[in-house]
């Protein structure tokens, strides 16, 4: 039997944006691990009638649904109540639950008022789920071959009772022995048209692992994931599979899962133990703000300056008035002379900079999205000319973004 799980979390505040869904992430990733495939993540208010409306929708679709939120003791946790009301079953309470809220006042010596004796209120039936970081139990049962859980809605709680105990009830009742294993390879400078060209009869042709391609602000990304009962087989499937792929656009790779860009190009840096600085006009101090963001910036970074203007350029970086006058500051001779001028005045191993035409208008005769980004170091400087796209917003943003990439690159390729 195919197991399709999903997700409910109960709470009008979710709704209301005033918290983030954090539960359901979390659930996802350690259902994975387990062997579970989520298919839908729901989200309801404190609403019984939409709730209900919820449960009839998963239970048509759905034979494992994990509930969380709800089990406390004001008048709007009517998740158990809803829940229960939509089994059949009735509510009784557990005793040990009911104890260890009545110790729970006792110890921090406070008065119990009636309405916390809800807490201890359990559907009929269920396995008990036990809650060590609050008071409200969780609980387990199965109906109709359908499995229903129910989790304390606050993180601190609802983590280790799922990893605790909630990982075990599973494991036992669905003889879970498949693991699921996923990783994220990161690629920039390769759109997400291209690179499914590139890789189109992997998609194609994918079994176990499977190949998911995700576009992210201006980069791309591919996720593999794949299922064996040994994590060790599985983790070579991925290894195979993420070789076949970079064996056609690994020119682009430079990272997996949550790493970024800019984080790659600290590591680089530390290690090849080189100093960089800026020189920006286009992007005003953009590349400089998420260098500065990172910890221990002031290992690599020496500094910037921002030449906004024509003047400044002159007389603080001092690119020539001729190349100015002959060329523009839009130009490749201009990001040249930025970014050696830079590297000399910061004293740094490297300098880079960027100038261009941001948009909305055209600037100095050069059409919106016309970007050059000078790379020097002590034997060579090299300039790349970018035709880009977009908002004027997006085209700084990916302007950055490229300085970074070819940071790297130029890194990598150092003795």
């Known amino acids: 039997m195919e197991i399709r799980t999903e997700i409910i979390a109960v709470g009008s505040e979710l709704l209301l944006g005033q918290i983030v869904n ?10 994975a691990d387990i062997g579970l495939n989520v298919y839908y993540h729901t989200v309801v208010g404190d609403n019984p009638t939409r709730l209900e409306s919820a449960i009839k929708t998963a239970k048509e679709r759905s034979n494992v649904i994990i509930f969380t939120g709800g089990l406390g ?3 709007d946790d009517l998740t158990k109540e809803t829940i229960s009301k939509a089994l059949g079953k009735t509510l009784v309470f557990d005793n040990e639950a009911l104890e260890s809220i009545q110790n729970y006042f006792i110890q921090t010596k406070r008065t119990m008022s009636e309405n916390n004796k809800k807490q201890a209120l359990v559907i009929d039936g269920s396995i008990i789920l036990k809650n060590d970081f609050g008071m409200a139990p969780g609980m387990a049962l199965k109906v109709d071959q359908t499995i229903y859980m129910l989790l304390p809605g606050p993180p601190s709680e609802m983590k280790p ?14 003889g879970l022995q498949e693991k699921i294993v996923s990783r994220v390879l990161r690629y920039f400078g390769i759109g997400e048209s291209q690179l499914e060209t590139d890789i189109q009869d992997l998609i194609d042709g994918q079994t176990n692992p499977t190949i998911a391609p995700l576009a992210s602000d201006g980069e791309v990304t591919l996720r593999l994931t794949s299922k064996h009962k040994d994590e060790k087989v599985a983790q070579k499937l991925l290894n195979e599979t993420e070789k076949t792929i970079n ?11 949550q ?3 800019v984080k790659v190009l600290k590591e680089r840096l530390v290690s ?3 100093t960089i600085s800026a020189a920006e006009s286009l992007t005003g101090g953009m590349f400089s703000e998420l260098v500065t963001s990172l910890e221990g910036a002031s290992q690599f970074f020496n500094g910037s300056i921002v030449t906004y203007t024509n003047e400044v350029k ?21 990001a040249k002379e930025m970014a050696e001028q830079v590297r000399y005045l910061l004293k740094s191993d490297i300098g880079i900079s960027f100038t261009g035409a941001a948009g909305p208008d055209p600037h100095e005769g050069q059409p919106v999205g016309t970007v050059f980004i000078g790379i020097a170091t002590e034997n060579q400087t090299n300039v790349y000319p970018l035709n880009l796209a977009g908002s004027r917003k997006g085209i700084r943003s990916r302007t950055v973004k490229f300085g970074c990439h070819y940071l790297v690159k130029l890194l990598n390729e150092l003795e």
Not at 321 to 326: A, E, V
Request: hydrophobic share 30%; glycine share 6%.
């Open 22 to 31: 954090s539960n359901a992430q979390f659930l996802s990733k350690e259902l």
């Open 73 to 75: 003791p004001t008048k």
């Open 314 to 334: 002159q007389q603080i970086l001092h690119v020539k008035q001729s190349t100015l006058d002959q060329y523009g500051a839009v130009s490749e001779a201009c």
């Open 161 to 174: 009772m799922f990893q605790n105990y909630g990982r075990e009830y599973f494991q036992n009742q669905l």
């Open 259 to 261: 790493t970024t860009l």
């Open 247 to 257: 064996d056609r656009v690994g020119e682009f790779f430079y990272g997996y899962d």
């Open 272 to 274: 090849k133990n080189k």
